[in-house]
């Protein structure tokens, strides 16, 4: 039996509880220097008080809860024997560690707390609650230096119940929970996820809490070495161990802090939040599709195959490009520039969609030349190689690039392909096939890939002949 509780920072501009930045960016993470993002309230400066909670960040929340079906806690239910009636209250959950100024962190969680939202299901996986809760600082144990940048940062918290049996399982529904939370925007993708993970085995062994595991390929490894050790050793008590990355295995900590030693008090300097009907109703018809919402409509609406509808929803950008595209231009054709040529593109230059600046006109202006036949392919893909970073009107271009269509023209070049390229020629005509295609690659290198390829190829034929 496998359990999760994730942890992702929720994409929001400011912190929770102040109006200090939020960069998580890893790839600037050196350029940013430590303690810039601070103030004295996420720096727990004695005397400061928090502000009003960041509504954007409790507004993700509602999102994810409502993306991963999930009861929203509102306050407004007038319905006496329901229970769906709760005001939410911040908790102050102690524990003293250098990365924790103001010696409690603030949390929606914990043994009085009522969380967002609980007991939804999301692709099978039973979600039992969804938290909001404030980041600590980053310590480091090694210098002592404390980093307050990500101090008071918004962090979801999603605890699934225990309903997962393997660990390529978990891994599959993660990758899926983190596509679907990027369709709202709701969680740093920069960032990641960690994650704390419970093993036990039905019967056999007590649950054991993996704390803090940082990728899904790590906590893949994880699961998978302690189920061994779980089969091996059958542990009879529960136990909190850390996942050593660098040996691949298991280790023990401290024995579990029970709810108790946290001693959670609720915070009088935070107001009860109150999410009423209205706003979650609100929130749920502005909804993005997620997925698999998507994924049937490519298939439905625009009879995209199942293999490249799934090339596309992996990754929203992609998707909301096909989408912008497949307005002006037929899907079908477009579907394989986007699919194979433009991934090609973006794979090769090891960059996203996000990364660059390929506006859907410029995208749009080049594929229709392509269709127009003002355009050879293989011009308009060399073209595409140039929309890295940003794209450009091809419209001056065109007639410098235009396809070459007369006969004579051409023949004259497959002549000059011949003459540049006796051994090429000779091979052909003592079989080799692939000369061929040699000979056709030189006609359109000199014609710089604007020689139409159908004529090329008759042309040549002839002359070979
Ligand atoms: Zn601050």
């Not at 969680?109 to 980041?135: M, Q, V, W």
């Not at 480091?140 to 225990?162: A, F, H, K, M, Q």
């Not at 990355?245 to 107001?271: C, H, N, V, W």
């Not at 000059?416 to 091979?427: G, L, Y």
Request: hydrophobic content about 35%; glycine content about 4%.
């Amino acid at each position: 039996m496998i359990g999760l509780e994730i942890h992702g920072y929720l994409a929001t501009k400011e912190k929770l509880f102040c109006r200090c930045n939020i960069n998580h960016d890893k790839e600037n993470k050196e350029q940013i220097k430590p303690n810039t993002n601070i103030c004295p309230i996420c720096t727990g400066q004695p005397g400061s008080k928090p502000l009003i909670p960041n509504s954007e960040a409790i507004k993700k929340c509602i999102q994810t809860a409502l993306m991963l079906n999930t009861k929203v806690n509102t306050s407004d239910n007038t319905d006496e024997k329901s229970k769906n009636n709760k005001k939410l209250v911040w908790q102050r959950k102690h524990y003293s560690w250098p990365d924790l100024p103001k010696g409690y962190q603030n949390t929606l969680s914990g043994t009085y707390a009522i969380p967002i939202a609980e007991n939804g299901k999301f692709l099978g996986i039973r979600i039992r609650e969804l938290h909001l809760e404030e980041d600590p600082a980053a310590w480091d144990p090694v210098t002592g230096c404390i980093d307050y940048n990500r101090s008071g940062s918004p962090l979801i918290e999603i605890v699934t119940e225990p309903d997962f049996t393997t660990a390529e399982e978990v891994s599959n529904w993660l990758k899926q929970l983190i596509l679907t939370l990027s369709y709202i925007k709701a969680i740093s993708k920069e960032a990641g996820i960690k994650a704390d993970v419970n093993v036990n085995i039905h019967k056999i062994s007590e649950r054991t809490e993996i704390k803090n595991v940082n990728s899904i390929s790590e906590i893949v490894n994880a699961i998978n070495y302690e189920l061994k050790r779980h089969e091996k050793e059958k542990p009879k008590h529960k136990e909190t161990r850390r996942w050593n990355a660098e040996k691949q295995k298991t280790e023990q900590m401290r024995e579990k802090e029970g709810a108790a030693d946290y001693r959670f008090i609720s915070d009088p300097d935070l107001p009860v939040i109150k999410i009423n009907n209205r706003l979650v109703n609100e929130i749920n018809t502005k909804l993005p599709e997620s997925p698999k919402e998507k994924l049937e409509k490519l298939i439905k609406k625009h009879k995209i195959g199942q293999k490249d509808a799934e090339v596309l929803t992996n990754n929203l950008e992609l998707v909301e490009f096909f989408e912008e595209v497949s307005k002006k231009i037929n899907p079908s054709f477009a579907l394989s520039w986007i699919t194979t040529e433009l991934l090609r593109v973006l794979n090769y230059n090891k960059i996203t969609l996000d990364q660059v600046f390929i506006s859907t006109e410029h995208f749009t202006e080049l594929l229709q030349a392509v269709k127009d036949k003002k355009l050879t392919e293989l011009k308009a893909k060399q073209i595409l190689n140039t929309f890295i970073p940003k794209s450009h009107s091809i419209k001056s271009k065109l007639s410098s690039n235009q396809r070459i269509t007369d006969k004579s023209e051409i023949k004259k070049l497959c002549e000059q392909a011949i003459k540049n390229n006796k051994k090429a020629t000779d091979d052909f005509k003592a079989g080799e096939k692939k000369a061929f295609d040699f000979l056709l690659g030189e006609i359109m290198k000199i014609s710089n890939r604007r020689a139409d390829y159908q004529i090329a190829k008759e042309e040549l034929i002839k002359l070979l002949k």
